[in-house]
Every structure is written in C-alpha cells, then in structure tokens.
C-alpha cells in the first residue's frame, strides 16, 4: 500500500524567489524613499537662497533710498544737504557708500556714513554705518549657510543731470539738479546634496532704483 507524503511549507528554490523579489522590493521603496528626501533638501536649500537673496537687496534697496536726507528742511543746507549727498558715491563696483539724517538732528555724524561691499573671502554682504572710504567695513547681513554671494554690483551709468551728462559725471557735476539712477545687480549661489560646487545652483537679481533726494548743483 502506497502512502501519500504531504507537503507542508516551502521549498529552498521558493524560498529563495522570495527573498530576491522583498529585496527588490525594498530596494525600489527606499530608491524612492531617498529621491524624495534629496528633492525636498533642494527645494528647501533653494527658498532659502531665494529668501536670503531677496532679504538682502530689499535691505540694500530701502537704504539707498534715504539718501541724502535731511530732517531739517529750514536750515541752510535745505532738506537736500550736501553733506548729505555728496557722501554718496560707488567706490568700486562692489562697494558703494551713502549717507543720510538717520537722527534727525539735520548735522552729517560719524555713525552716518554708511556702506555696502562685497566681501569675496566669506561670500557675504557686509554693512556699517560708520563706513570708511576703503571699503573694509561692515557687519554681515546674510548668512552664508544660506546663500554664498558671488557677486553684487552697483551701476550708476544710467543717472543723468539737466546737461545731459551721464554715469560718474554726475556725481561731480556743478551745475543743475542730478537724478541718480542706481542698478543692483546680485548673485548667490548654495550647496546642495551630491553636487560639486561648478554645478550649484545660481540666482541673479536686480533692482534699479532711483534717488528722490536729489542734489542740486549751484
């Protein structure tokens, strides 16, 4: 008589099959697992770029519309002071220098000449209000963390005065009433997960603004 052995469970063959197929699988779950983790950080690396960089030319853009400004319009030097204006000037095209009454007291004080520059060995944008004619001021005012600055550029090619002289001429010029038109031109850049730092990411902005304190020339 013939008895039947039934079988219970899996063989070694099966067994195996199984294995690759879960290891595939996983394989493909934290494949996408670890993508969507690598997008979110570039994504969020990227709006801080975008934020860092907006931040600052807000700043920058704000500031240079003070200048010139004086709380005393009834004095002798009149709301537009000269002492005022003629502080405002690019030093180079990464620094640039401007001074406005931040107290009120319509007298140009040491702690009232202010500046923007580029500092290239930290990547930062630094500022002061004490600033200094060789640009080696300043306290930063973005964070590298977040955004490394590569350049930032200030252009005053486009302001003119009633003559018709454009660009630096202006700022010198002794007759008639200079509009000064200033261009900010700014780069950042960041570090993003499995890139090499020829291929991060870029950002460029710009802003033109124009500076209502003009200084008339007598």
């Not at 070694?12 to 199984?18: G, N, S, T, V």
């Amino acid at each position: 008589m013939l008895v039947k052995n039934k079988q219970f469970g899996l063989t070694l063959i099966e067994m195996l099959i199984a294995m690759v197929l879960g290891l595939f699988v996983t394989a493909v779950i934290i494949t996408v697992f670890s993508t969507n983790v690598r997008s979110s950080t570039e994504n969020i690396k990227m709006i801080r770029l975008n934020q860092e960089l907006r931040g600052a030319m807000t700043f920058m853009v704000d500031e240079l519309k003070r200048t010139g400004y004086s709380a005393h319009p009834t004095s002798p030097a009149g709301p537009r002071n000269p002492a005022f204006m003629t502080a405002f000037h690019p030093v180079n095209s990464s620094c640039i220098l401007y001074s406005y009454d931040n107290n009120g007291d319509g007298l140009r004080d040491s702690d009232e000449h202010f500046g923007f520059r580029l500092d290239a060995s930290v990547d930062q944008i630094k500022w002061a209000s004490d600033a200094t004619d060789n640009c080696s001021f300043g306290e930063s005012i973005t964070d590298v963390n977040m955004a490394k600055i590569t350049a930032l550029d200030f252009d005053i090619s486009g302001s003119a005065n009633i003559n018709g002289t454009t660009g630096l001429d202006t700022l010198s010029t002794t007759t008639g009433v200079s509009v000064y038109d200033v261009t900010i031109t700014l780069t950042g850049t960041t570090d993003l997960p499995h890139s090499s730092n020829a291929n991060d990411p870029r950002r460029t902005i710009t802003e033109t603004i124009r500076i209502r304190n003009e200084d008339p020339k007598d």
